[in-house]
């Protein structure tokens, strides 16, 4: 029985030493640019991403901790879905459901993009993201900050912190935007901006990005 116990012990350690590899802020826009059927698209095709197999798994994988942040203008962000473990498939489809049926908080208001980052880079403080080994805020936007806190002191504030920033540029109005958020927004470890042409292609990249975040990948998907 002993040697039983021990055994036991040794085949269940490495479990229990299992930690949270990411956790993820998903940061969507939803400032008054994104009409009523391109806030459909986005949490649509946000959900649809996160119920593929391999954004799925890779979340799972991972362990990860993934917050839903609703942004718009200053003093406007709100947490939609508060961190959320994804340790197993289940879970991965409870959260996605989630995503799906999110209403929308605000319709009429600016662009705020540094406020978004200083929102989710203070989520991090919560015991449950805190513990986890790396830290991503995963933006997305149609257009530049055009009201609130600089983008550029909050992109300092994060590389100080060790965070990751990414963003998905959806370029619907605003030719060029990756470049905006590219060089104002992101940072960290293996940073990067998407670009999406319009709402339409926001899925499409939206798993990309998902897929290239989750799983430390480095390789370009433009």
Known sequence: MRLLTIT???ILAPLRLWACELALVL?????????RSEYDLQMQGLAAA????????????????VMLLQWTGAGRQIVSIPWTPITDFIQADAFAAQVAEAPR???????AV???MAVSLAAFDAPDAAACKR???DISGDGPSNEGIDPLDM???????NVTINALAIENEEPGLVDYFRANVITG???????????EEYQTRIRQKLIREITKQIASLE
Do not use: C, K, M, Y
């Open 8 to 10: 036991l012990v040794t």
């Open 114 to 116: 540094g406020e978004a």
């Open 50 to 65: 996160l119920q593929d197999g391999a954004v799925s798994e890779a979340l799972v994988n991972a362990q990860a901790q």
């Open 105 to 111: 908080r605000w319709r009429n208001f600016s662009t």
């Open 189 to 199: 470890p293996g940073a990067f901006a998407l670009r999406a042409a319009d709402f």
């Open 135 to 137: 830290h991503v805020i």
């Open 27 to 35: 940061a969507v826009d939803i400032s008054g640019s994104v009409e």
């Open 155 to 161: 992109r300092a504030a994060a590389l100080s912190r």
